[in-house]
């Protein structure tokens, strides 16, 4: 049974060509933190493999739970634009604050 997907994808935002992740989950699977995980797996992909310097989300200002996702796996700073006809909010993430916000934890002294 297929639950959801998570991706890359192009999107031309304001006229500029961009690579978005994108995810949609099953309703019954909201609040497990599916997304956000998924979400993290598809950015070190995108930084990580695909060497991109940077990543959009696009998401109506009205859905806080994606906002949620977007934010607990790193996006901070957006703008406010129409796409496709909608009101949304462009987040963006740079490689560099992908990797800063990605530490991994230091062990021992």
């Not at 996702?69 to 462009?90: I, P």
Request: charged share 20%; hydrophobic share 35%; with cysteine.
């Amino acid at each position: 049974m297929l639950i959801g997907c998570c991706g890359l994808s192009h999107a031309t935002v304001d006229g500029v060509d961009e690579v978005e992740i994108g995810y949609r989950l099953a309703q019954n699977q909201w609040g497990k933190g599916l997304a956000s995980e998924a979400a993290r797996k598809v950015l070190d992909y995108g930084f990580g493999i695909c060497n991109l310097k940077s990543i959009v989300g696009i998401v109506s200002p009205l859905h806080e739970a994606s906002i949620r996702v977007l934010e607990k796996v790193g996006f901070q700073s957006f703008s406010e634009t129409c796409y496709s006809g909608w009101n949304v909010r462009v987040y963006r993430l740079s490689k560099h604050d992908w990797e800063s916000y990605n530490v991994p934890p230091r062990l021992g002294p």
